[in-house]
Nanobody
Framework: VQLQASGGGLVQAGGSLRLSCTGS????????AAWYRQAPGKQRELVAS???????NYAEAVKGRFTISRDNAKKTVYLQMNSPKPADTAVYYC??????????????WGQGTQVTVSS
């Protein structure tokens, strides 16, 4: 499974941006998915996650502003970023846990997409 993240860029504070992460390959389905971010000089942190059953989890810093969703048919996970703040500036990484043949489980990361929020 290869992941392709896209949608990053420069956005003004208060604007909106949508990140996408698509898994390519055959014979797999998405089990769980998450978005992480890493700002310069800081550790990578969880931003949002969504389970196979649709359970959602958000970092306190983004609650009410960001929304994670998934399209299983498209093998894609999204992160809708509304009202971003300069503190949200970071490289965003997607993480997919996928189920393949014979119940095999994989844990893969996307390449990261830069999000810069200007004030």
């Amino acid at each position: 499974v290869q992941l392709q993240a896209s949608g990053g860029g420069l956005v003004q504070a208060g604007g909106s941006l949508r990140l996408s992460c698509t898994g390519s390959g055959s014979g797999f389905s998405i089990k769980n998915a998450a978005w992480y971010r890493q700002a310069p000089g800081k550790q990578r942190e969880l931003v949002a996650s969504i389970t196979e059953g649709g359970n959602l989890n958000y970092a306190e810093a983004v609650k009410g502003r960001f929304t994670i969703s998934r399209d299983n048919a498209k093998k894609t996970v999204y992160l809708q970023m509304n009202s971003p703040k300069p503190a949200d500036t970071a490289v965003y990484y997607c993480n997919l846990v996928t189920r393949g043949g014979k119940g095999s489980i994989r844990d893969d990361w996307g390449q990261g997409t830069q999000v810069t929020v200007s004030s």
